[in-house]
């Protein structure tokens, strides 16, 4: 059951998929940190580069999916799990919004995940919004 429903709300189905999303690619860096960090052209050789990707990257996407994902069952935590996703989500659009003007260049797996994450950033301000219009 599903805040005390049988069916999933599109509203949950998006939590299940941003939280699972993100999850999924924490534990990818956590466990292959080397071959992630090559998708975008990083190199890590020393250990501690390879730790950093792993605790920041890794666990860091592990920890917003897991906070996305309890939202999908316990109610209270879905305006958090909808803010969390703004500001961490669109953060990161923001920050690679910011590298692309600073350096002049988007390459396409660039343009996608910016593409990506201005979309869930954007749903879950919709969501937000909807909310605490239902709130009021």
């Given at each position: 059951m599903l805040h005390g429903k049988m069916k999933m709300t599109v509203l949950q189905a998006y939590l299940l998929a941003a939280g699972a999303f993100s999850v999924a690619a924490g534990f990818a860096y956590m466990i292959w940190p080397v071959e992630m960090a090559a998708l975008v052209g990083l190199t890590l050789s020393p250990p501690t580069a390879v730790i950093e990707v792993q605790g920041f990257y890794g666990g860091q996407l592990v920890g917003l999916g897991a906070a996305t994902l309890l939202a999908v069952w316990k109610p209270r935590f879905v305006r958090p799990?909808?803010?969390?996703?703004?500001?961490?989500?669109?953060?990161?659009?923001?920050?690679?919004?910011?590298?692309?003007?600073?350096?002049?260049?988007?390459?396409?797996?660039?343009?996608?995940?910016?593409?990506l994450e201005a979309a869930t950033a954007i749903v879950a301000l919709i969501f937000l919004r909807r909310e605490r219009a239902h709130a009021a």
């Open positions: 799990a909808l803010v969390l996703l703004v500001a961490s989500v669109g953060g990161t659009g923001l920050g690679r919004l910011y590298g692309i003007a600073a350096s002049a260049s988007c390459p396409p797996l660039i343009a996608g995940l910016l593409s």
